[in-house]
């Protein structure tokens, strides 16, 4: 088919994943990318020009660049970067701001920002300020007009998996001349694109479901907006601050989200029968997943999440927390780690990874559901819960 046919036609976000945005390489006709390690680029002898604009690898490198509009893509966004982990992607908005500019953050959120916000992002005269995760009243009445520059939420946030309306929360920030950013590891561009409701900048932990196979540290921030003064800063922090992904894995990457909707969909669909089986356990005191029609915020997420509610689960048993480290002892199928996202189920004692003191309870059971046979899932979380 030819180029001009190829351009009318209205493909699917999956399919444009799937076939990398169209890419063919011109001179081999290769249907993957190839991995550009080169970190300096030729100039020519007539005008002191790279053949594409480029120069460094550091500023603008063509695998990095290609992983960037496939998530550009996803996000429905103008623009996006990679970086060299997700909590680079999360600071760099932090970075990006002023002294003396406020980010209001919502309580529950990765524990690695919330260390980032205590150990420097204070200490460097960035005043913060947290409101209650999901509540949009808290979060009005700690919005300062002309003061709050960011508002810094996650939903589904982990590992209580409470969801905050973004179309609500954006607005609010809006009212306030604040910009509002989501980290939406959780909910992934298949389930959610929270520039599309309103949101400013997006942030994902591409460690986890974006590349999905538990290989990669990497992490993507997305704009709406790209000539906010705050999306230039972030570009020039990850310049010279120097948070830029390797070319190796910026290819693992495009390459992991190629399958980013069939594996969302098979957790999804893996994750609902794992929460509807847990919530008839008696060792089981409460579960938390939002696909549940029990859970408070089960509306919203019927709103704003399309196709499933997430791969992410978390449940509190009766026993505390030496009843929670015997059940998860007993695990066969199930890995005993943290993290989340790749296609295999891992499960934990959340409060042990935790570092800082946090409302997670002692006895909560932290599960990433991956794309195995949910039989064999079921199977062993039946024996653990049991024996
Ligand atoms: C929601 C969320 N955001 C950000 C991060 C940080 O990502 P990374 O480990 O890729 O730096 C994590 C890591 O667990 C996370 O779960």
Partial sequence: ??????????????????????????????????????????????????????????CDGPTQELAEQVLADLEGASAALVFSSGIAACTAPFHALKRGEQALVSKTIYLGVLSFINEFAESW????????????????????????????????????????????AAKLAHEAGAL????????????????????????????????????????????????????????????????ILGSMEAYLLIRGMKTLHLRVHRQCENALQLARFLERQELVEQVHY???????????????????????????????????????SRALVFKRATSLGGVESLIEHRKSSETLETETPDNLIRVSVGIEAVEDLLQDLERMLQA
């Fill in 1 to 58: 088919m030819n180029k001009a046919k190829k351009d009318e036609l209205k493909l699917s976000r999956e399919t444009r994943t799937v076939q990398i945005l169209g890419f063919e390489d011109e001179s081999s006709g290769a249907l993957m990318p190839p991995v550009h390690f080169a970190t300096t680029f030729a100039r020519d002898a007539e005008h002191y020009q790279t053949p594409q604009g480029r120069s460094y690898l550091r």
């Fill in 125 to 168: 005269g960035i005043s913060i300020d947290y409101f209650e995760t999901g509540h949009l009243q808290d979060l009005e009445k700690k919005l300062v007009k002309g003061k709050t520059r960011l508002v810094w939420l996650e939903t589904p946030a982990n590992p209580s998996w409470v969801v905050t309306d973004l179309e609500a």
């Fill in 180 to 243: 509002l950013a989501v980290d939406s590891t959780a909910a992934t561009p298949v389930l959610t694109r929270p520039l599309e409701l309103g949101a400013d900048l997006v942030c994902h932990s591409a460690t986890k479901y974006l590349n999905g196979h538990s290989d990669v540290i990497a992490g993507f921030l997305a704009v709406r907006e790209p000539s906010l003064e705050i999306w230039r800063r972030i570009r020039e922090h990850r310049k010279f601050g120097g948070a």
């Fill in 290 to 328: 939002p696909g549940l029609e029990s859970n408070p915020g089960h509306p919203v997420a019927k709103r704003q999440m399309q196709g499933g509610f997430g791969g992410m689960l978390s449940f509190q048993v009766h026993g505390g927390k030496k009843k929670a480290l015997e059940v998860l």
